[in-house]
């Protein structure tokens, strides 16, 4: 048998379990398709080490719920980044210091970045990382780390200049 046939014969015996699975602990048909699909690149990639038999069920239940704790970890750190960026953005803006709705406009556009722009932005506004440490973080070299933080400034800027009454300070550490 074939790495493509043990793969195969594996996917078509246990999507439906697997789906169902992250289907009950996701809280999106999005998140459900990323649990999966994920899952199932892992077993494409260890396709050799996939036990025989329903031993191979539990074996992809084991990844599931390693994926679905990644996601989990993912959201949380997201969610964090957001709240400690709302608790700065207040701060340096007491005269007026916004609510959760009135921020709902920058997490909107942070969000929407490209992940890897996110990264950056996350690692030099609240990590307060240099170029130089960010490209370690990121593995690459100190310039690449300073182009993709200016450019990633520039499409936060873009985004956030659709709404007049922002104003973002980014300065690098």
């Not at 289907?23 to 999106?28: E, K, L, P, V, Y």
């Amino acid at each position: 048998m074939t790495h493509r046939d043990r793969f195969e014969a594996v996917y078509d015996a246990y999507y439906p379990a697997i789906h169902q699975y992250a289907a009950r602990r996701t809280g999106s048909a999005d998140d459900t398709a990323d649990v999966v699909s994920e899952t199932f690149l892992i077993a494409w990639r260890r396709a050799g080490e996939i036990p025989e038999g329903e031993r191979a069920l539990l074996w992809l239940y084991g990844v599931a719920r390693r994926v679905l704790a990644n996601h989990r970890r993912g959201d949380s750190r997201r969610a964090m980044l957001a709240d400690r960026l709302r608790a700065e953005l207040s701060a340096q803006r007491p005269e007026r210091a916004a609510g959760p709705a009135e921020l709902d406009h920058v997490r909107a556009a942070f969000d929407r970045l490209p992940e890897r722009d996110r990264e950056v932005l996350a690692l030099a506004c609240w990590e307060e990382l240099t170029s130089e440490q960010i490209a370690k973080v990121v593995g690459c070299t100190a310039i690449a780390a300073r182009t993709r933080l200016h450019r990633a400034r520039r499409r936060l800027a873009a985004a956030l200049e659709r709404r007049p009454s922002s104003t973002i300070v980014m300065g690098e550490a």
